[in-house]
């Protein structure tokens, strides 16, 4: 997992082979919604360069809100979706072969602390635990970095900033940040906008009319509420942007609900069809 072979897309973002994102600083500010007083906490947690945590359900606008945030700060913003084999290895680097020769190639995180980038991973919870040990040193007073295949110690650039996603409900009893590292991070709650907001994202988002973006916050709401239909995840203010997307490039009301509300929730037939069911009616 390296920075190198990166493929640029139309966004002023690359990729890597590996999946990890490197946005830059010229690209267009992405829109955000603020929802609670989260532009000035982060701004004073990078300031004072203190690592933020962002918890909360998916689809809720929190990647939006580095990639705004990043943007805002005019830093580069390194993102890593961390799953269940990412090591402190793919974030600190490695050694590969380059023809005849050994090389070192920095990881995201070596790269991020260099350069003074924004770090953002997203799902921390999912990575193997040598990362939550790598990342300790770097989210207190120190902000140092041992690398032990260099035997080396790096200190971080002034602004360096770590942020980490987590996701509270889908770890529930599986995969739990510890005290010990969650009391490292300033922490911010995320949530479903009220209507009213979730409306605004959702035209401007994708353009569709006022009356379709109530009918799909109405449906929104309506779904979180029935929360015996047991929903591992409930509607996400994403699926409700992809729905109204759909719908504002001709596809028909209900199947653009269907495919992108109800079909992502569940696979349950009984539970889908109910979905599918007040879907229909609302819209
Ligand atoms: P998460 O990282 O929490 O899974 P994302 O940041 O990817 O969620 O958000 C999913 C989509 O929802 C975004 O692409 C955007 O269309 C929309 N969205 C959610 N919240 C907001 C917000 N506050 N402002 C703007 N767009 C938002």
Redesign the pocket.
């Known amino acids: 997992m390296t920075l190198n072979n990166q493929t640029q897309n139309n966004t002023g973002s690359s990729t890597d082979a590996s999946g990890i994102l490197v946005s830059t600083t010229d690209m267009k500010t992405p829109?955000?919604?603020?929802?609670n007083q989260e532009v000035e906490v982060f701004d004073q947690a990078f300031q004072n360069k203190l690592p933020i945590l962002i918890k909360?359900?998916?689809?809720?606008?929190?990647?939006?809100?580095v990639e705004y945030m990043a943007n805002k700060e005019g830093k580069r913003l390194i993102t890593v979706s961390c799953h269940e084999e990412t090591s402190s290895t793919d974030l600190i680097g490695r050694y590969i072969i380059k023809g005849a020769e050994t090389v070192w190639i920095d990881g995201p995180l070596t790269t991020a602390m260099k350069n003074g980038d924004i770090l953002y991973m997203?799902e921390i919870a999912e990575a193997r635990p040598d990362v939550i040990v790598a990342i300790h040193p770097l989210t207190d007073h120190r902000r140092e970095l041992f690398i032990d295949k260099l035997g080396e110690t790096i200190k971080a650039h002034k602004d360096f900033m770590l942020v980490a996603?987590f996701n509270p409900g889908y770890q529930k009893g599986f995969k739990e940040l510890k005290p010990s590292t969650r009391q490292r991070f300033v922490a911010l709650s995320?949530d479903y906008?009220s209507p009213k907001?979730e409306m605004e994202?959702l035209q401007?988002?994708s353009n569709v009319d006022k009356d379709i973006a109530k009918k799909l916050v109405a449906i929104g709401n309506k779904i979180r509420n029935l929360t015996e239909l047991g929903l591992t995840e409930t509607v996400?203010?994403?699926l409700l942007?992809d729905a109204a997307k759909l719908i504002r490039s001709g596809l028909p009301k209900r199947l653009s609900v269907h495919v992108a509300v109800a079909e992502p929730l569940t696979d349950e037939p009984q539970t889908l069809q109910t979905i599918k069911d007040v879907c229909d009616l609302m819209i």
């Open positions: 829109y955000y919604h603020q929802i909360g359900p998916t689809g809720t606008g929190k990647s939006r809100f997203d996603s995320f906008p907001i994202i401007n988002e996400s203010t994403r942007v």
